[in-house]
């Protein structure tokens, strides 16, 4: 199977995933949280430095259970931002 190449877009937005479940995460270790959502350590740390800007779903959905996050918080955080000329119209 081939690999598409992601986008300056995919990447940032697995940045801006990364930073939220690093923010999230806080005082708990890398290990705790990785070991409550059943991933290794090494994915966690991938996902928040952004070398896996694309995460699979369950993984993502296992994540904010394990940080007490609602999966429409993440979406939020991981969404593009608005430019400033749609901004009057984004809802």
């Keep these: 199977m081939v690999r598409v190449p992601l986008t300056?877009?995919?990447r940032e937005r697995g940045e801006r995933l990364g930073a939220m479940l690093r923010e999230a995460r806080a005082e708990r270790s890398l290990v705790e949280v990785a070991a409550a959502a059943g991933i290794s350590a090494e994915t966690l740390r991938k996902i928040e430095t952004g070398r896996i800007p694309t995460p699979a779903f369950f993984t993502v959905s296992a994540l904010a259970g394990?940080?007490?996050l609602s999966l429409d918080a993440l979406v939020a955080a991981?969404?593009?931002p608005v430019p400033r000329e749609n901004r009057a119209t984004a809802v």
């Design 78 to 80: 991981a969404a593009p």
């Design 8 to 10: 300056p877009a995919d």
């Design 66 to 68: 394990a940080l007490d």
